[in-house]
T-cell receptor, first 111, second 114 residues
């Protein structure tokens, strides 16, 4: 299936540092969404970037999208311990008309 | 009030049993989904329903049967449970099928088949 694939699988940083997570996908998309999952909880939507957009900001989050390389990145600036969670990219693929998820990046922010 | 609620939160059962997971959303959404998250955290769509009609059925064994009595509910019944069915199952909903919509997830049901 045409999942979003996140890289790295796990990331450990100190509070105050920036965290960058990457995502690659394989096929034509309508948009790409990022979700966050705290341990033992459901996924929560963070940000959506459309296929004709290149960059989007929301608070401390910055998302980029490069459709020519079929890749996206999520940057969390000035990270906090509360940012510790798994982050999933979810391309909305045109074929199939659905969101697809990968295995996420597990981010740990140490106080 | 929880927007998407699913019950039970935990389900421990023996191989061969039949079990159901219930999901309800109070967001007034038209579309609901079931996802399976495996031990490596990969999240895979199983089914989607729009206004009680099955839209997506992603190569799921026919032991899994979703039922949507109305657009606010999407239940998942599993027959003859197998060890490989152990996972966390998430229900989600969205306004409708349009790509621009985001999805709202329940807290998950952790199924353990012994």
């Amino acid at each position: 299936s045409q999942q979003g694939e996140e890289d790295p699988q796990a990331l450990s940083i100190q509070e105050g540092e920036n965290a960058t997570m990457n995502c690659s996908y394989k096929t034509s998309i309508n948009n790409l969404q990022w979700y966050r999952q705290n341990s033992g909880r459901g996924l929560v939507h963070l940000i959506l970037i459309r296929s004709n957009e290149r960059e989007k900001h929301s608070g401390r989050l910055r998302v980029t999208l490069d459709t020519s390389k079929k890749s996206s990145s999520l940057l969390i600036t000035a990270s906090r311990a509360a940012d510790t969670a798994s982050y999933f990219c979810a391309p909305f693929i045109n074929a199939g008309n659905m969101l697809t998820f990968g295995g996420g990046t597990r981010l740990m922010v140490k106080p | 009030d929880t927007a998407v609620s699913q019950t039970p939160k935990y389900l421990v059962t023996q191989m061969g049993n039949d079990k159901s997971i219930k999901c309800e959303q109070n967001l007034g959404h038209d579309t609901m989904y079931w996802y399976k998250q495996d031990s490596k955290k990969f999240l895979k769509i199983m089914f989607s329903y729009n206004n009680k009609e099955l839209i997506i059925n992603e190569t799921v064994p026919n032991r899994f049967s979703p039922k949507s009595p109305d657009k606010a509910h999407l239940n998942l019944h599993i027959n003859s449970l197998e060890l490989g069915d152990s996972a966390v199952y998430f229900c989600a909903s969205s306004q409708d099928l349009l790509a621009k919509n985001i999805q709202y997830f329940g807290a998950g049901t952790r199924l353990s088949v012994l």
